[in-house]
């Protein structure tokens, strides 16, 4: 049965029941042509392509959602809620704030800090921490471990604005110990939260914001091989 919304045209039945999210619809296409067999394109509403496919026999689909926080809030929320999607892996790009973490290191969030208003909508008396699925982070690490690769476990921060004009307002979230920032997993988390499914973020350092280094556009846009096969090994090894 298709079904239409604002950004998304598909059939239920082709959605896999993990998604890899990441923002760019070419790195969609480009881990679609080269990790899935007997893949096909499912959406592509606004140039925002989904492929469904196999990695290891496990179905898988890979969805690019665009930046920002409106942006993933948009496609999780339909995802989880209209198609029935049980788990979304967010990879991409994260801009270094912390010594530990370096050009093109991989994190992964085990929770994801805001300066942004998204959480008001949902009308909390309080701060609410929102936080990776712990079956999805223990097995991503596990995974990790396996593959030999090397990944830093702790909180980032999850902001609206990619040109802060004032930079050194990362310092004080730097000493609460947030490695990194993006702009997208807050979102993530909290719309998983309220459906009750399941989320992670697996991310590259692209850039480190204090030093000014970062990577090419071209690396950006199709290198980061360590970040796309955890993300494909940690759901070839889900027992679902």
């Known amino acids: 049965m298709e079904v239409v919304t604002p950004h998304i045209r598909a059939n239920k039945e082709d959605f896999a029941k993990t998604v890899i999210m990441l ?8 881990i679609a042509t080269n990790y899935l067999k ?4 499912i959406s592509g509403i606004r140039g925002i392509y989904a492929y469904t496919g196999s990695y290891k026999e496990k179905l898988v689909t890979v969805m690019a959602c665009n930046m920002g926080m409106p942006s993933m809030g948009i496609y999780s929320y ?8 049980e788990r979304i892996i967010r990879i991409g790009t994260a801009g270094s704030i912390n010594d530990n973490v370096k050009l093109k290191d991989v994190i992964i969030a085990m929770g994801a800090c ?20 712990y079956d999805l982070l223990r097995q991503a690490v596990d995974t ?7 990944v830093t476990v702790g909180n980032i921060l999850t902001t609206d604005v990619f040109y802060n004009s004032n930079i050194d307002s990362y310092k004080k979230w730097a000493e609460m110990g947030v490695l990194a920032v993006d702009m997208e ?14 989320a992670l973020m697996i991310g590259t350092i692209s850039d480190e914001i204090f030093t000014g280094k970062a990577c090419s556009p071209e690396e950006r ?3 980061f091989n360590n970040m796309i096969e955890l993300s494909l090994n940690t759901i070839s ?3 679902c």
């Open 185 to 198: 997993t807050a979102a993530l988390y909290m719309t998983a939260a309220r459906f009750g499914k399941q």
């Open 38 to 41: 007997d893949f096909k394109k």
């Open 221 to 223: 846009q199709t290198g």
């Open 144 to 150: 990790a471990q396996k593959m030999d690769l090397s």
């Open 237 to 239: 090894e889900l027992r």
């Open 23 to 30: 923002g760019d619809p070419l790195r969609a296409e480009h």
């Open 78 to 85: 339909e995802l989880f809620n209209i198609f029935g999607i």
């Open 114 to 133: 805001t300066d942004s208003n998204y959480i008001k909508q949902y009308n909390l008396n309080g701060s609410y921490a929102p936080i990776a699925s």
